[in-house]
């Protein structure tokens, strides 16, 4: 009874025809626009929203991890392993001699995304156990050193993982349009999801644990349980998004767990706008954007043109005059916006209403 | 490496080597902690761009790689001062989360102008006593990694004696007790800020160019020391400098240990896992006090 009423409560909520709305465009544009670059930006841009919204829904609860490259990396290599075994099996069966793309590979796809999300989800459990009792720096730190701990696992158990030459990713859906279309189904699900649950008892349960622990106890809520709870969830978007990331890139190494990769979504985050629905996409928008950018021939050329001749020690000076930018950025958002860019939008809109007023007076 | 009683002995010593690095860079961001109650995780960054200074100081100017570390402490005590300045104390006081958020833009700034400057490629600071070393019966230890460890206790035993016997120092302790308290009895607190977050960051440059002279670093090199240092202020217990040392040498011991028996990839897994046994038994660390 009460999740239906939840469920209606959720249809009929503004943010959630918002969240259908956003992502129907999105799926829409790379259709008006042709481009290849455009689409891989595109295609980034949805797979880091889920990872950051996924680090965001964690960060709602009270706990801000360092370490969620541990669960893109393990969805990343789960997923791939998973997806190559299954579809040789599948090809052994068929006796062909490569797997057919069609309704078979991509049912055999999303069965390795969501297995790779449980496994991560597993794993989340294990660490999230571990961490119940930590807070703030104790907690950051310890995530921190499960991912030190995870790139050293699979580098060890390189057999399985092939994680110093990379693991390469079995095609189960045309690149392109056709595998961004499943990304932004994927993103669809995984953010009205998390955005279902922050709205229910659940997420208010959340919140309480954030706004404060002892109080949140107090008051009759197993905090060990929400914030575990809390964990698993958020470990097992991670884990989807990672493996989509590996099914994306076509390749999946050790490199997918370093701090970079940890700090990635928190940065998003922050920079969209904390513990809103719309700041980690914002936040992707907005970083996968800059990173691209930096990547395209024409803007490296002239960025090499114009400040090459400074730099002469680096051949490429755009993808570190991006990071620099960004970190830049970061911090005068947190300075001057906490709350993030989708607070700049708040303003401005209240703005434009508030000059519409008096104007409405006048006409009376 | 055969495992014999000289390479277990010489690998206790390595591993204290580094740990006297970590303690170094540990107390600077304990003392930035203690009296600031603030957490800079950009603080292994100090580290890499003095280990660059050192390295440039030495190569272009023809410095001694010592000496280098002294002017290159200075550069980025000042550098410490820009940055809390302009960066740190504008969010200080509002949410404790702004400042992780902070430090980290203040990883990408300093990473990547590293990388403008020096290139993507690993250096090393040649030390005048470079090739030669100290031989004892079965092993040898490098000159610089010995003159380290003193270099170390001499920058603590300094640090010890600032914080002990000078008005400033015993400004940084009373702010550190309670910052409003301090600032009645008439201690210009922001002055005092900017000061221990200067001391902080030529800790951090002194660590920073000893770690240069002894091992190869790149533009990357920051991050992982500051997260082992911010792991040994932890496992010592947060504000406590004896804290620090035991965890510094027992970080940097498992360290050198686990890379001895189980092989290079496993040194910073180990220990982090030694970390994380060590806070899930007892979550304020061994020397942590309750509360803060």
Redesign the interface.
């Known amino acids: 009874m009460h999740l239906k009423q939840s469920l209606i409560t959720l249809l009929h909520s503004k943010d959630f025809l918002f969240i259908i709305a956003f992502f129907a465009i999105l799926a829409f544009v790379p259709i008006l626009v042709q481009d290849n670059f455009f689409l891989t930006v595109m295609t980034l841009i949805t797979i880091f929203a889920i990872y950051a919204a996924s680090w965001n829904f964690l960060a709602n609860s009270g706990q ?1 991890s360092l370490g969620h490259a541990v669960f893109l990396g393990i969805g990343g290599f789960a997923s791939a392993i998973i997806g190559s075994s299954i579809s040789k099996a599948a090809v052994s069966f068929l006796g062909t001699t490569q797997m057919p793309v069609g309704g078979l590979s991509v049912a055999i796809l999303i069965l390795a995304l969501l297995i790779g999300g449980l496994l991560s989800a597993g794993v989340g459990l294990l660490i999230g156990l ?1 961490c119940t ?2 807070k ?3 907690l ?3 995530t ?3 991912s ?2 995870a ?3 699979s ?2 158990f390189n057999s399985i993982t092939q994680g110093i030459d990379g693991y390469a990713t079995t095609t189960l859906v045309t690149k392109g349009y056709p595998f961004y279309l499943m990304v932004v189904l994927f993103a669809l699900t995984s953010i009205s999801i998390m955005f279902f649950i922050m709205k229910s008892r659940m997420g208010l349960a959340f919140r309480a644990i954030h706004g404060n622990e002892a109080e949140a106890k107090m008051i009759g809520i197993n905090t060990a349980k929400y914030k575990l709870i809390a964990f698993v969830i958020s470990t097992f978007f991670a884990g989807i998004a990672g493996g989509l990331n590996a099914y994306f890139i076509r390749l999946i190494d050790n490199s997918v767990f370093s ?1 970079a990769n940890s ?1 990635l979504p ?2 998003m985050s ?1 920079i969209g706008g ?1 513990g809103t629905v719309a700041g980690p996409i914002i936040g992707s928008i907005f970083f996968v954007s800059i990173q691209q950018i930096s990547t395209l021939p024409s803007v490296v050329d002239s960025l090499n043109g114009a400040l090459g001749a400074y ?1 002469p ?2 051949s490429n ?1 755009g993808p ?2 991006s ?2 930018v ?6 005068v958002i ?2 001057f916006a ?1 709350k993030g860019l989708i607070s700049l939008f708040h303003k401005i809109y209240k703005y434009l209403m508030s000059e519409e007023k008096p104007k409405k007076v006048k006409i009376k | 490496m055969d495992i014999t009683a000289p390479t277990i002995f010489l690998t206790l010593v390595w591993g204290v080597v580094i740990g006297c690095v970590y303690i170094l860079l540990a107390t600077g961001l304990n003392i930035i902690f203690g009296v600031m109650k603030l957490v800079n995780f950009a603080h292994g960054q100090l580290l890499m761009i003095s280990a660059f200074l050192t390295w440039t100081l030495s190569v272009s100017l023809g410095l001694n790689a010592y000496v280098a570390i002294f002017v290159s402490m200075i550069v980025v005590a000042l550098l410490g001062v820009v940055v809390e300045r302009f960066t740190f104390r504008k969010v200080l006081g509002t949410d404790k989360l702004n400042e992780i958020f902070v430090s980290l833009g203040l990883i990408y700034i300093f990473e990547n102008i590293a990388m403008l400057i020096w290139g993507a490629s690993s250096k090393q600071v040649l030390s005048p006593f470079y090739g030669m070393s100290a031989s004892l019966p079965g092993l040898s230890i490098t000159y610089d990694r010995i003159i380290a460890v003193f270099v170390v206790v001499g920058a603590l035993a300094i640090f010890g004696l600032l914080l002990r016997k000078t008005k400033i120092g015993l400004a940084m302790r009373a702010t550190s007790q309670r910052n409003t308290t301090a600032m009645l009895m008439g201690i210009n607190v922001q002055k005092v800020y900017m000061f221990t977050f200067a001391i902080g960051a030529a800790l951090a440059a002194v660590a920073g160019g000893l770690y240069g002279i002894i091992y190869p670093f790149d533009y990357q090199v920051g991050a992982l020391p500051t997260i082992i240092a911010f792991a040994i202020i932890i496992m010592g217990g947060l504000g406590s400098i004896k804290g620090a040392i035991i965890g510094g040498l027992l970080y940097g011991i498992t360290e050198q240990m686990a890379t001895l028996f189980l092989g290079g990839t496993w040194g910073s897994a180990v220990a982090f896992a030694l970390l994380i046994v060590v806070l899930i038994i007892r979550p304020i660390g061994i020397f942590g006090e309750k509360g803060e």
């Open positions: 801000g571990a009792r930590l703030t720096w104790y950051a730190m310890v921190f050193g499960f030190v701990i790139a050293t696992l580098s060890q701090p700090f928190l940065i922050v904390l730099f020690n680096v000076v570190p005059l990071l620099l960004i970190g830049v950025i970061l911090i947190v300075i906490p």
